[in-house]
């Protein structure tokens, strides 16, 4: 490590920004930005986030990290004004591979102005031209989709997921992972927002992980259909008051006989799939379970739309229907709007589905939603420990009325 690492008079200033090392005088405003409850939960700072804590960081941690050479931070000032906005630096060194991790925070009141971004970007560069590091690294725990949103902007492919050394107390040891290589930062676009959270604000336009990442930052939405009956439905997340109706539907011998749901369903499957299962498919952001519900929310049927894992702009659509609503149209509306929202917010290009052959049920639902029935694969489902043949069908943006749009990735509209 050069004398760049020391932090006498290390300073950069780049894209309104000046990162400088901590100062004592910080300590007070490190504390008030760490009483910030998505800071607190995301990242590794003590909860609650004393006085005492900020001062341990400003005087001792953080220039023991410059003087050793194992890390290098931040404080992230408005270039103009000098007031403190984010923290952001590297957070591991390693001489020998010539590598780096970077972390980083932003103050609630510097959200929404692409400040974690900026500085990333701009560390990310300083570390590359002044410290000769090859790689820089980025990490979060599932779910943290504004950390996940920053590192894209900044030019981080996220390359897969692995299990955390040190999770979060109140977290999943469940993690992300991403790479920044110095050609890496050539063509990023300075003015993209940050996400929310503690990385920053509401999301702008930007590559097809950011705009889903900046999706599944927030709280998963409500959709709305009407059935053939004319029933207004909701669809909505799982809840606890859904619990005795899908064990209901889950026992129905329909159920049993075309799903895999588990023979016999106990309650407590029910309870791992309300608060386990749902959850989970959207804090990762492979998709999204609905309850179907009627006017009176009651809990009519379960939806699950997911991201293919073998190719991101194609879904996988399955659902099944509570015994009391069967024949009332609620399956084919709830079927439009969930792909519908597929295809607007996910920007997917295709979604398919798939039923066991003979599910005449299964596959009248769709095709009155719009799917185009494609065949028959041979051995395609596994079916309670059998491989069975599947019925398959795709429905695409245009068979709903909406427009392709070549210019992205997915589907405008």
């Given at each position: 490590m050069n004398q760049n690492s020391r932090p006498d008079g290390v300073e950069i200033v780049e894209a309104g920004l000046l990162l400088r090392p901590w100062r004592a005088e910080d300590a007070e405003e490190v504390r008030r930005a760490c009483q910030d409850p998505d800071i607190q939960r995301w990242t590794t700072v003590p909860s609650p986030y004393r006085l005492e804590d900020a001062i341990d960081f400003v005087t001792k941690r953080a220039p023991q990290a410059w003087s050793t050479g194992s890390g290098a931070p931040f404080a992230v000032c408005d270039g103009a004004t000098g007031e403190l906005l984010a923290s952001c630096g590297l957070i591991t060194i390693d001489p020998v591979l010539r590598s780096g991790?970077?972390?980083?925070?932003?103050?609630?009141?510097?959200?929404?102005?692409?400040?974690?971004?900026r500085a990333t970007?701009?560390?990310?560069?300083?570390a590359f031209a002044e410290l000769g590091l090859h790689?820089?690294?980025?990490?979060?725990e599932v779910g943290n989709h504004a950390s996940r949103l920053v590192a894209l902007r900044a030019g981080f492919q996220v390359d897969g997921r692995l299990r955390l050394a040190d999770p979060h107390p109140r977290g999943t040891r469940d993690g992300w992972i991403g790479s920044l290589l110095p050609d890496d930062l050539a063509g990023t676009d300075p003015d993209q927002p940050d996400g929310g959270g503690p990385a920053g604000g509401p999301a702008g336009s930007g590559s097809l992980q950011a705009r889903r990442a900046a999706l599944f930052a927030a709280p998963q939405p409500v959709l709305f259909a009407r059935a053939a009956d004319g029933t207004e439905l909701r669809l909505r997340p799982l809840h606890e008051p859904d619990l005795d109706a899908i064990v209901h539907a889950c026992r129905d011998p329909e159920s049993i006989r075309w799903t895999t749901v588990p023979d016999p369903y106990q309650r407590s499957d029910a309870e791992f799939f309300v608060h386990e299962h749902g959850p989970t498919v959207w804090?990762?952001?492979t998709g999204a379970v609905f309850a179907i519900a009627d006017g009176s929310d009651r809990y009519a049927g379960v939806m699950e739309l997911r991201i293919s894992p073998a190719d991101p702009l194609v879904g996988d659509l399955g659902y099944l229907v509570a015994p009391r609503v069967r024949g009332r149209g609620y399956c084919p509306a709830a079927v439009a709007a969930v792909s519908a929202w597929g295809f607007t917010a996910l920007n997917l290009a295709r979604i398919e589905w798939r039923a066991n052959v003979g599910n005449t049920a299964s596959r009248r639902a769709v095709e009155k939603a719009g799917f185009t029935f494609e065949g028959t694969a041979r051995h395609a489902l596994n079916h309670r420990g059998n491989r069975v043949d599947a019925w398959i069908g795709a429905l695409l943006?245009?068979?709903l009325g909406l427009s392709t749009d070549p210019g992205r990735p997915g589907v405008g509209g």
């Open positions: 991790e970077v972390g980083y925070w932003t103050a609630p009141w510097a959200r929404g102005r692409a400040v974690a971004v970007r701009a560390v990310s560069r300083w790689r820089i690294t980025w990490q979060a804090r990762r952001g943006p245009g068979d």
